[in-house]
């Protein structure tokens, strides 16, 4: 029954010939696909003007509707099946480009049912976005068997105005849609150059490199009444190596045509002509070739059926599929070599058995051999060969066995995790069969001939789900608990092997889930050490996994093995994530001079000989020159058995990382005596690498990791003194109560926890060693005043300014009276007195002290001293703070003149200089400078520090606020939901970091007309910030204030009321009269009472 105007459907295949008259054979199938939003008839209509009818009296006659499927094409190919197939895109409709085409190819098989139908030459016609359901259909059918005869079947395809990399004015279609309530997951799609348009012709392009396809343009701009574009561009509508034809017509005309003597239409048909003449030909052969191929699985040799706890993974066995099943040229003359890599227990080998079974009736022979040793991987290759009748005694006579089958075959090697061994020897010749390699040496990739996996941690989603799994909580349960099981995914780095572990231990009674983690902190080589009684995993559990990778090391005589092992152990006493290998040449470096202080000469806060002498042999201590050779081999042989991954960031140092289970197997593993050498070790790189701890804010995680590592964090004092000695072997020194004996080991511990950001703990124990000091030195004794400023400053950072200010200004006075104008000791007392009375929110005083140093220094220091510059920048920042953001302004244009000249990009001075200096072009309304500045800082701290990085937020959140001041609203959002997002997951609720952060965003759903998310957000915050802080402070005011305006804007007008009431009232007796923020709450209510 063929389709009318009338009977036209809006989903499906709308057919206009059912093909050849009685008596004969229909040829071909002819199928167009229509374009984003379009009309299922009307879509393929042009409408011309009738001569015959014209009107004498000049206006226009009847109008024709040719729609050229039917009116063109069912004349010109009489033995063929025309259809167009409709689906529903428009406004309202939430749909994907998977799903159109997943669709889209069941209903062609649908129609395809009949014997003589399913393997008809197919013809297919995409305009705009039909041309990407075509592409996206045929991606999925090369990866889906159920489609083998329909994909094998297409003769041709012509595109008219494919998208293939975007279009400009689906930025406008987007922005309709969002104004209007529609779907916005095609628009997104059809954005230009969206790298998930250059996947999708990617792979479609590679799987379909024979096949005959042709692509037409626009040559002409769409007129939209009030502008014109180019809807889709000559370089997005084309494809490499492709014939391209353009089309004197815009992107709507594409697909339209006056009728058989149309000038484009004349361009279109010799190429549906030549693809319906050679289809039969050309599809018989694709077909005949499968059929040889698919005689069915003879032989399988697979040690085990699939584990049923499989989870994920859709996407890379998806990928290995569709490497697998290509065949066009450029793999015809080539072995097929797929190489999995990775970490141990990552699921390499459980990937395989899966892609074996799914694969299986493709090939006659599947073949598996267990590389993991020589003799295992001979055994199993002859086994593989005798399973089909044949005999061999070596290796070499099995693979030549395999390339001559006429047969297809598929070969999985697992576990080929010898660094040094050539696993070539172990690949058939020839192109008959397909190899899939699995190992944990990264190097093993370069084996590949249609791609390559690394594979890493699952993502959180699939680590929950097999992770309760295997604690066979039943599905209805998993709700109730998902919180719990994301703490346990995370904490053992939701590695595959892990979960399932974790899984087993809970359902076996060990525990209960939400008891896992403190089980795990308590027990950590206990339970990582449990392996299930059934269904165990190759090695039993997961640190029997990696030890299987360091009996490499241990196997072997080789330095590089030696100075592999060595450098794992000291990785192992710092942290799993991002190790500058700077450290090790800072290290070196500065042993040059340390190598000539003698033991005998050094205290307890000197570097000596020692010291030195701790460092590993990789490091050469006694070279002339630093030669990181050794180093950059044991690096390389970490990270080749995926033991380490490198990182390389933009204007950063090379980094290590670890994931974070085999780091704690790398400690675990070593006797207690290895791990003092290396925490020694470890420490003594770090002591020596850190100079300037400014410098070094990467090290940060990693001291505080040492420090955590043993009982007496002394890091920073190492040395051979009795003392020390004593300190390593009994670690038997309280920090409760510091003794005048222990007095300098209690100064360096005190140091190490502000370095570390434990300043609750620095406080207290510098507060015990003033008290020591005071009873026993004289009132100006250095030593004395030296731990009265550091005690000031553990009150800074404590938020507690007012009592660094009474230590600080007793300092100042005897450093004053005792010191000339230009001693150093007497600058820094009273540059830190400064920042107390800055932090204190005493302004000019602090200027007023802060004028004298910097003129001090800038008479005394050059230029680009740093404590010249840094004393310039904190000025800067009362300037600043008081209001004077033109003097501000005018001194940071400076220090960031000459930071810009002698510091790296990424360093932390440049960039906390560049961000004060935004900061004051923000206050002095140079929005515009302002927001460049920041944008640069943010862009270098995005790139060089951790997400959770203070730095990095505090510059997100400024920029933000100026996005937010500027009227760039959807800007300001996108960056606080970041920020928030961090700031919820890394600090306590109280934080006022994070309140000031929920705050802003609030306040930008607000600007932006979303006042109920704003309020959801700030009735959190005011909440907390009601049980936290008084009630006159300044940050609960202005909650409260904003809040009652999102109150107001969401219609709650009485809430608003009473809100801004409480505040005024506050404000009326806080502030004075005059005061910008009391007039604007009282501006606010006067509003909300008009409303009434």
Same mark, same amino acid.
């Given at each position: ?774 009873? @026993? *030195?004289?009132? /100006?004794?250095? $030593?004395?005043?030296? &731990? ?8 800074? !950072?404590? +938020? ?73 920048? @904190? *000025?800067?920042? /009362?300037?600043? $703070?008081?209001?004077? &953001? ?8 400076? !220090?960031? +003149? ?195």
């Amino acid at each position: 029954m063929t389709c009318t105007k009338e009977t036209v459907k809006a989903n499906g295949l709308n057919i206009w010939s059912t093909g050849a008259p009685p008596g004969s054979t229909t040829e071909v199938d002819i199928i167009g696909v229509q374009g984003l939003g379009s009309h299922p008839f009307f879509t393929w209509v042009k409408k011309v003007k009738d001569k015959n009818t014209q009107k004498h009296d000049g206006q226009n006659g009847l109008v024709e509707e040719v729609m050229w499927p039917r009116d063109l094409l069912v004349p010109s190919f009489k033995n063929a099946r025309i259809a167009t197939y409709a689906y529903k895109s428009g406004r309202g409709v939430r749909t994907t480009l998977r799903q159109c085409a997943e669709q889209f190819l069941n209903v062609l098989l649908q129609h395809r049912q009949k014997p003589d139908e399913r393997q008809r030459p197919i013809v297919l016609i995409g305009h705009s976005l039909g041309g990407l359901v075509i592409q996206q259909a045929l991606v999925i059918a090369a990866l889906d068997s159920e489609f083998r005869e329909l994909r094998l079947s297409v003769s041709g395809i012509i595109f008219l105005g494919a998208p293939f990399q975007g279009s400009s004015a689906a930025v406008l279609g987007k922005r309709l849609a969002q104004t209007i309530g529609g779907d916005l997951s095609l628009l997104e799609l059809l954005q230009e150059d969206n790298p998930d348009l250059y996947s999708l012709s990617k792979d479609f392009c590679t799987s379909y490199h024979d096949w005959d396809f042709v692509c037409f343009y626009e040559n002409t701009d769409a007129d939209f009444t009030l502008f014109k574009t180019r809807v889709v561009t000559a370089s997005s509508a084309t494809l490499i190596e492709r014939r391209m034809i353009f089309l004197d017509t815009d992107h709507s005309g594409l697909n339209k045509f006056t009728g058989k003597d149309d000038e484009n239409y004349a361009l279109v048909l010799p190429e549906i002509q030549r693809m319906v003449d050679n289809g039969p030909s050309i599809v018989a052969s694709r077909h005949q070739s499968k059929k040889s191929e698919a005689a069915g699985n003879k032989h399988w040799l697979v040690p085990r059926g699939v584990n049923k706890l499989f989870t994920g993974r859709s996407e890379i066995i998806d990928k290995i599929k569709g490497a697998i099943r290509n065949d066009s040229t450029q793999h015809a003359d080539k072995q097929k070599v797929f190489v999995i890599t990775g970490l141990g227990g990552m699921g390499k080998t459980e990937i395989c058995l899966q892609v074996a079974n799914i694969l299986r009736e493709e090939f006659w022979g599947v073949f598996w051999v267990d590389a993991d040793t020589k003799s295992t991987a001979k055994k199993d290759f002859i086994s593989a060969v005798a399973a089909f009748g044949s005999l061999a005694e070596s290796i070499d006579d099995a693979r030549q066995l395999l390339a001559n089958t006429k047969h297809r075959w598929l070969l999985i090697l697992d576990n080929a995790d010898d660094p040094e061994f050539d696993y070539q020897a172990y690949l058939p010749s020839g192109s008959r069969g397909v190899v899939i390699i699995t190992s944990r040496v990264s190097d093993c990739s370069q084996y590949s001939t249609i791609g390559s996996e690394v594979l890493t941690s699952l993502d959180i989603g699939l680590s929950k789900q097999l992770l309760l799994r295997a604690a066979s909580i039943t599905d209805e349960l998993w709700p109730s608990v998902d919180q719990q099981a994301e703490d346990v995914a995370k904490l053992i780095g939701s590695h595959t092997l892990a979960l399932i572990q974790a899984g087993a231990y809970v359902a076996k009674g060990y525990c209960q889930l939400d008891e896992y983690p403190e089980v795990y902190i308590k027990y950590r080589k206990r339970v990582l050490g449990y392996q299930p009684s059934q269904a165990r995993p190759r090695y039993g559990n997961v640190y029997a996994t990696f030890e299987a990778t360091a009996h490499f090391f241990e196997g072997s005589e080789s330095e590089d093995s030696k100075d592999a092992l060595r450098l794992l152990g000291i990785i192992s006493m710092l942290h799993s994530n991002a190790l500058p290998l700077r450290m090790f040449e800072d290290a070196w470096k500065r042993s040059r001079g340390v190598l000539e202080v003698s033991d005998t000469e050094a205290d307890t806060r000197t570097l000596c000989r020692w010291h030195a002498l701790q460092l590993p042999e990789f490091m050469e201590i006694e070279a002339d020159e630093w030669d990181p050779y050794r180093l950059n081999k044991a690096t390389d042989l970490l990270v080749s058995l995926s033991l380490v991954v490198r990182g390389n960031p933009a204007g950063g140092s090379p980094s290590l990382s670890m994931h974070p289970l085999a780091h704690a197997w790398a400690k675990d593993r070593q006797e207690l005596g290895q791990q003092h050498k290396a925490w020694i070790s470890a420490a003594c790189i770090v002591a020596l690498s850190i100079y300037d701890m400014d410098e070094h804010r990467d090290l940060l995680l990693h001291l505080r990791t040492l420090l955590n590592n043993i009982e007496v964090k002394t890091a920073s004092s190492l040395g051979p003194k009795p003392m020390m000695i004593y300190i390593f072997s009994a670690f038997a020194i309280t920090c409760n109560e510091p003794s005048m004996e222990y007095l300098e080991v209690y100064d360096l511990y005190a140091v190490n926890l502000l370095s570390t950001g434990d300043y609750k703990n620095a406080l207290e124990l510098y507060m015990q060693i003033v008290n020591l000091r005071e009873r @026993v *030195l004289p009132i /100006a004794h250095p $030593e004395k005043i030296a &731990s009265q400023q550091w005690l000031a400053h553990a009150y800074v !950072v404590n +938020k507690q300014p007012e009592k660094a200010i009474e230590f600080l200004e007793q300092v100042v006075k005897i450093r004053e009276e005792t010191l000339p104008i230009t001693h150093r000791n007497r600058l820094i007392s009273q540059h830190e007195l400064a920042r107390a009375y800055l932090e204190n929110r005493q302004e000019e005083k602090a200027i007023e002290l802060l004028e004298q140093v910097v003129k001090v220094e800038e008479e005394t220091l050059p230029i680009t001293h740093r404590n010249r510059l840094i004393s310039q920048h @904190v *000025l800067a920042c /009362a300037y600043l $703070e008081n209001r004077q &953001s033109e003097k501000a302004i005018e001194l940071l244009e400076q !220090v960031v +003149k000459i930071e810009e000249e002698t510091l790296p990009i990424a360093h932390p001075d440049l960039l906390a200089s560049q961000h004060v200096l935004a900061c004051a072009y923000l206050e002095n309304r140079q929005s515009e400078k302002g927001i460049e500045l920041l944008e640069q800082v943010v862009k270098i701290r995005e790139e060089t520090l951790p997400i959770a990085h203070p730095g990095r937020l505090a510059s997100q959140h400024v920029l933000a606020r100026a996005y937010l001041e500027n009227r760039q609203e959807e800007k300001a959002i996108e960056l606080l939901e970041q920020v928030v997002k961090v700031v919820e997951e890394t600090l306590p609720i109280t934080d006022p970091k994070r309140l000031a952060s929920q705050h802003e965003l609030a306040r930008a759903y607000l600007n932006n007309g979303q006042a109920e998310k704003a309020i959801e957000l700030l009735e959190q915050v005011v909440k907390i910030q009601e049980e936290t802080l008084p009630i006159t402070d300044p940050k609960r005011l202005a909650s409260q204030h904003v809040l009652a305006r999102a109150y107001y804007a969401n219609g709650q007008v009485e809430a608003a009321i009473d809100l801004m009431e409480q505040v005024v009232k506050i404000k009326e007796e806080a502030l004075p009269v005059t005061h910008t923020e009391r007039l604007a709450s009282e501006n606010e209510l006067a509003r909300f009472k008009k409303a009434i």
